[in-house]
């Protein structure tokens, strides 16, 4: 009898909705291909039902590990309900009571409240939802982003300000010159620590790159734990600049993971066929980091800037697989 293949370990990091597609286009990838998947998410949102609650009550923003917990939920019945039910939103002005809070999060909120440890909460949550494979967050401290932003105010075009939060480097209309976290060294999350040294592939984006993917790589522990991994590392690239990347090409969101974290070496850089354009400079900026340019339609076929996780996890899998 042949022993079965062992599955192939994915540790995705990131945040919000780049991170959610991702995670479901991994799920795809089934049955072709036997996935352990782990979610490795920001904790830096500030704003909406998330940011109330950390203001409220302090810790960590639960919306981005919500999403993420949706995304890997299973199929059957009773658990696409237990989704449903997280991610319902509650009506009504949004600074008042329940108004504007998603389910999941308050039960997120509840259980770390409960259990006192969100590495816990955040598997109770699985649980409920039935996941396939677990969220984990990048620290179990909750941080701040703050970026120096140069023609934030069009009247200034080369005014540098500092502005503070992730809601408002996230919407900013002016290029962003650098960011940092505050605390500035935050203690990277020991699970996510482990995951990163065990894994097989590490995936970036997509998703907002100043705000989900870029964070990563500034938890010092987990930026040492992503250089010293042995597993191969994979990009898959945004289809279309973000308002906090407005005047960035795609090489240049490319430049950015090695300006951030020099020591990153890369393989493999996905990005979708028609949204790339020209692939010679996306292809130079690939070699830079080591890597290689694999084009394939991962789009959405009604012209929205938005994964098809089908066509995204049927372009993973003989990636993956690779060498299996």
């Given at each position: 009898m042949t022993a079965p293949t062992a599955p192939v370990r994915v540790v995705a990091f990131g945040g919000g909705h780049g991170l959610s597609a991702s995670l479901r286009a991994l799920r795809r990838c089934a049955p072709d291909l036997t996935l352990d998947i782990t979610a490795v998410v920001t904790v830096g949102d500030d704003g909406g039902s998330s940011g109330r609650l950390r203001a409220e009550r302090g810790g960590l923003p639960p919306g981005d590990l919500r999403q993420a917990l949706v995304a890997l939920a299973a199929d059957e019945p009773a658990t696409r309900r237990s989704a449903t039910l997280f991610q319902h939103r509650?009506?009504?002005?949004?600074?008042?009571?329940?108004?504007?809070?998603?389910?999941?999060?308050?039960?997120?909120?509840?259980?770390?409240?409960?259990?006192?440890?969100?590495?816990?909460?955040?598997?109770?949550?699985?649980?409920?939802?039935?996941?396939?494979?677990?969220?984990?967050?990048?620290?179990?401290?909750?941080?701040?982003?703050?970026?120096?932003?140069?023609?934030?105010?069009?009247?200034?075009?080369?005014?540098?300000?500092?502005?503070?939060?992730?809601?408002?480097?996230?919407?900013?209309?002016?290029r962003v010159e650098a960011l940092r976290l505050t605390p500035n060294a935050p203690s990277a999350c020991p699970e996510a620590v482990a995951?990163?040294?065990?894994?097989?592939?590490?995936?970036?984006?997509?998703?907002?790159?100043?705000?989900?993917?870029?964070?990563?790589?500034?938890?010092?522990?987990?930026?040492?734990?992503?250089?010293?991994?042995?597993?191969?590392?994979?990009?898959?690239?945004?289809?279309?600049a973000e308002k906090e990347t407005l005047g960035l090409s795609v090489a240049d969101h490319l430049a950015a993971l090695r300006w951030y974290l020099p020591d990153l070496s890369v393989?493999?850089?996905?990005?979708?066929?028609?949204?790339?354009?020209?692939?010679?400079?996306?292809?130079?900026?690939?070699?830079t980091l080591g890597a290689r340019l694999i084009l394939a339609p991962v789009a959405v076929t009604d012209g929205t800037p938005r994964h098809d996780p089908d066509a995204l996890g049927a372009a993973l899998v003989p990636v993956l697989g690779a060498d299996r």
């Open positions: 509650f009506g009504g002005a949004t600074t008042a009571g329940l108004a504007g809070h998603a389910v999941g999060n308050l039960v997120l909120a509840g259980l770390i409240d409960l259990l006192g440890d969100p590495v816990a909460a955040l598997q109770h949550a699985g649980s409920m939802l039935g996941t396939v494979g677990r969220v984990l967050p990048m620290s179990c401290e909750p941080i701040d982003i703050e970026a120096r932003v140069r023609g934030a105010a069009p009247d200034r075009p080369d005014e540098v300000v500092t502005i503070h939060g992730q809601r408002h480097v996230a919407v900013t209309t002016g995951a990163t040294e065990a894994a097989d592939w590490l995936i970036f984006g997509p998703g907002s790159w100043y705000t989900s993917v870029l964070p990563h790589l500034l938890v010092p522990g987990l930026a040492a734990a992503i250089v010293a991994s042995r597993a191969r590392r994979l990009v898959t690239l945004n289809l279309a393989d493999l850089v996905l990005a979708d066929v028609k949204a790339v354009g020209d692939p010679e400079p996306v292809e130079r900026a690939a070699e």
